[in-house]
């Protein structure tokens, strides 16, 4: 997210979505947060584990969980 506006709390709104009922907004806040190269979506995304497929995350959950290895493997 080069270039994108930060707002100041956005990132610890995004952590208080972290437990949401919903999987869809505990996914997304996450993968927001790992974006934000903020821990707690490291965090949170190792700990979701599997997401359904047929979850409206199922595919940018892997695509996260994909880089995230392919970039902690470059190390």
Do not use: K, N, W
């Not at 709104?13 to 869809?24: C, G, K, M, S």
């Amino acid at each position: 997210m080069q270039g994108a506006r930060r707002l100041p709390g956005a990132t610890d709104a995004l952590a208080a979505r972290l437990t949401d009922e919903a999987e869809a907004v505990r996914v997304m806040a996450a993968i927001a947060l790992f974006v934000r190269d903020d821990p707690r979506g490291d965090a949170a995304l190792r700990g979701l584990g599997p997401v359904e497929e047929d979850s409206p995350c199922f595919g940018a959950f892997h695509q996260v969980r994909y880089h995230h290895r392919t970039l902690s493997s470059a190390d």
